[in-house]
């Protein structure tokens, strides 16, 4: 599952508002004395290599996010998705020009910790929020040149050519009759716009769809109001959040003898690793070759004279693969479920994926006086799961599937979750921690909390 914050970014085009206006023909007015919108948006977003099963290369996700936007550059988005294994994210971000602000409202994926944007990050976002009101842009872009657009003989529309708010250069196709914008283009995107409706003196379109190139990644449906004040306590943060917390420099975190964790990352994710006399296996290569290799370093300092024998990766979605061939060396094989090497090739390239061997049935890994069993899963989230035990140290590895946070307290477990318990209950596993790429390894008395919290939830679910 993507980072937190990753994740976000994607999901909201992020904020601000010079002022609301209207369009008659090319030339913007602005609007008085209207001071912010209020979008109400539903779409589907499809994300790559984050799919339930290796075969597909996306993934549908349902989105929700309700926008406030403030001409004088405050905003607050309000973010919900619901990813493979019945995951959900729901984050609220809030900023000015001074810098933003991101908390999880759900408290598992950050926990309690507040993560912070500086200026110009969130004039990004600023900038990016613009897109979704393509009446704005008229208005910042005011004082732009307008030319023909290339191509169109009848002149029925013109091109228009500036730099957004971050100062990223984009530019617009506005239909002359009418003085609606038909798309808007930057360095990576491109917004069509359809179907637009009055609100009060603003055009509005109520469909917008996203575009890397030629592909399409977002479509919404927008619900748009306009209003005259906002509550300045709506772009608050809520109580109970804390400043996100220093987690010290790339180490490894022993566990138990012979069974580690790396804490430290630049991206907060995690690998595991156990290690036996004579070699060493590793659990999920999260994020790029650059932090892998800072990572496998580490591994080799930490248990000097080991062969690298083994990559286990807990599911081929990108962000727990992304790092492999940092470790791909002669004699390495890569584990992963069944039809895993379909997602590494398409991902990875070739060369990384002909050292792919699908477990489809238990396996034992030999490490030298330490066994690990590997377990594949038919996880919700993904078909090609694998769950690693290494029977000494009683240490279950997983990801995705069981989540603690950094900082903050148990969540209740998603689907996923009950999933996992199955196998620990069918297998009889003996567990004494439970190790995740994300947050903070869990004790079997958490994990049993989680459960617990999960069943009361729903149980409170059923009563209302």
Known sequence: MMPALATLRLLLPAAGISCLLACQNTQAQTVNPLTAAILDMQGTRLASHQAATP??????????????????????????????????????????????????????????????NNAAEARKAYADFLFLVPAFLQQQASNSQSAALPGDSSGKYEQVSFNDVAGRPASMIIERSSGQVQSAKTATSTYEYADYSSIHDLRQPQKITMKNGDKVVLQWTINAQVTEHVDAHSFDLPAGYIEKQDKGTLRATQIAPGTYRVDGSESGYHTGFSVGSHSVAIYDAPINTTEAAKVKALIEQTAPGRKLAYIVLSHTHRDHIGGTPSYAQEGVQILTGKDGKLAVERQLGQPVASKVVEVTEQRELDLGGRSIRIYPMVSSHASDMLVAYDKNSQTLFQGDL??????????????????????????????????????????????????????????DAGKT
Request: hydrophobic residues 40%; without cysteine; proline residues 4%.
């Open 402 to 459: 069981f989540y603690l946070p950094e900082i903050g307290p148990i969540p209740p477990l998603f689907d996923v979750g009950l999933e996992l318990d199955s196998l620990i209950r069918q297998q009889q596993l003996q567990v004494q921690q439970l190790v995740g790429v994300h947050g903070r390894s869990g004790s079997l008395q958490e994990f049993q909390k989680a459960l617990e919290l999960r069943m009361a939830a729903k149980s």
């Open 55 to 116: 075969q597909s290369a996306t993934q549908e996700i349902k989105l929700k996010q309700q926008l406030i936007l403030q001409k004088d550059g405050q905003f607050r988005a309000i973010s919900d998705s619901l990813w493979p294994g019945n995951i959900r994210f729901h984050f609220l971000s809030t900023g000015n020009k001074d810098g933003m602000a991101v908390v999880d409202l759900l408290q598992w994926r950050q926990g309690v910790e507040i993560e912070r």
